[in-house]
């Protein structure tokens, strides 16, 4: 409790202390925020972590792996999405956690990556995506599919259409195969936010 109570920590101090917790905890890899929150015995120092540039970049700064997570694979669909729009001759930017979308496609269409194996096999399987909100806060979604094989494919969703807190992909039949690879949504809105602006 007391770590929340104290000055704004440097940089320095929170590698330190973050090292520390690493070394105390016998891990090989970023613990979670749960992990730090139960060893620590508050909130504190990951919530500190976390306003100063998040778990992830804190991970990348001492070289240590991420605990196989939903973060981790969501990232992997984010880094996936990125190579694939930049592929396709746009400027992509990633956003930090705080911002509520993952990506800024040629600093206009705003665009939140949803990544999702495949469940249940590929004659019967599905893709499941977790929206979250119910009132999407980008313009699309890039979902980002992986079949067993490792063949990914990316649908370009408008956020209109997906106003549901799951969604729910067949992998050889759904009404969503119609926007898979669909570049041409991104173009349209691009046109339109640069005749409105």
């Known amino acids: 409790m007391a770590e929340c109570k104290r000055a704004p920590w440097s940089d320095a101090q929170l590698e330190q202390r973050l090292r520390e917790c ?5 891990l090989e890899r970023m613990p979670s925020c749960r992990e730090l929150n139960a060893h620590t015995g508050s909130g504190g120092f990951s919530a500190r972590l976390v306003a100063a540039g998040g778990m992830y970049s ?16 969501g990232r992997q669909g984010e880094e996936y999405a990125a190579l694939w729009l930049q592929a396709r001759g746009y400027t992509v930017e990633r956003m930090s956690a ?7 496609i040629d600093r206009a269409v705003k ?3 949803k990544f999702a194996h495949l469940g249940g096999g590929r004659q019967t399987g599905r893709y499941s995506f977790e929206l979250r909100k119910i009132y999407p806060t980008c313009d699309i979604y890039l979902l980002v599919t992986e079949a067993e094989e490792g063949c990914r ?5 408008p956020a209109q259409n997906a106003m549901h807190r799951m969604l729910s992909m067949g992998s050889i039949t ?6 898979r690879g669909r570049t041409d949504i991104i173009d349209r809105l691009l046109r339109a936010f640069a005749e409105v602006g």
């Open 22 to 26: 690493v070394a105390e905890m016998q």
């Open 58 to 73: 804190w991970a990348r700064r001492l070289g240590l792996p991420l605990k196989q997570s939903a973060t981790e694979i």
């Open 98 to 104: 705080r911002h509520p979308y993952d990506l800024l």
């Open 111 to 113: 665009a939140d990556v």
């Open 153 to 157: 494919a990316v649908y370009v969703l």
């Open 174 to 179: 759904s009404k969503y195969q119609k926007y």
